[in-house]
């Protein structure tokens, strides 16, 4: 084992509930967290970084730890099933075949209906930001700086169209 290897197993074992924690405000699950925890010792020990380089080792851990966390949230918005339990998976696939009836298939195909008619009743902006937002899965600031609005203004669009699309489907069930 190399002298930077200890060094940062040590700093490791004393800011390892520290960044438990940091990762932990990213990603609650605990599983996942203690995957990027250990994705983090993995990259300490292959990347031989002098600590005398590093001006403030646990900040850098820190960094790292968040850095990491961010990537596995990103992941899990590209695929959200990677980061299902595959037998929650099998589960909801039984509850769902059995269940489900054709009445509630062709009632279900009616919501949307309704819903994609609400959508397209939209002002021109305020559907825009909301497909950008719900559809294409980016966050209030990524349309924002897409649109070249404010977030605060993608927010308005957000709950304006949420609101009437509550409204629509409110007056079609009632």
Not at 82 to 96: K, L, N, R, Y
Not at 101 to 116: H, K, M, N, V
Not at 124 to 129: A, D, G, Q, S
Not at 156 to 164: I, M
Request: contains cysteine; glycine residues 2%.
């Amino acid at each position: 084992m190399a002298v930077y290897d200890r060094f940062w197993d040590g700093i490791y074992q004393q800011y390892r509930e520290r960044l438990l924690r940091q990762v932990q405000k990213y990603l609650p699950a605990r599983d996942e967290s203690h995957d990027v925890l250990q994705d983090l010792y993995v990259q300490l020990r292959h990347r031989n970084v002098n600590p005398s380089d590093i001006s403030n080792p646990p900040a850098y851990m820190m960094r790292m730890a968040t850095n990491l966390a961010i990537d596995a949230v990103r992941r899990h918005k590209r695929n959200p099933l990677e980061f299902t339990d595959p037998a929650e998976i099998s589960e909801m696939g039984g509850t769902v075949h059995q269940s489900v009836t054709p009445e509630q298939i062709s009632s279900d195909r009616q919501r949307l209906d309704i819903i994609r008619d609400a959508i397209s009743d939209l002002p021109p902006r305020c559907r825009e930001v909301f497909l950008l937002c719900k559809r294409d899965h980016l966050s209030t600031q990524e349309a924002a700086d897409r649109l070249g609005i404010s977030r605060n203004m993608v927010e308005k669009h957000l709950r304006q169209a949420l609101g009437h699309c509550k409204q629509v489907l409110a007056r079609h069930e009632n």
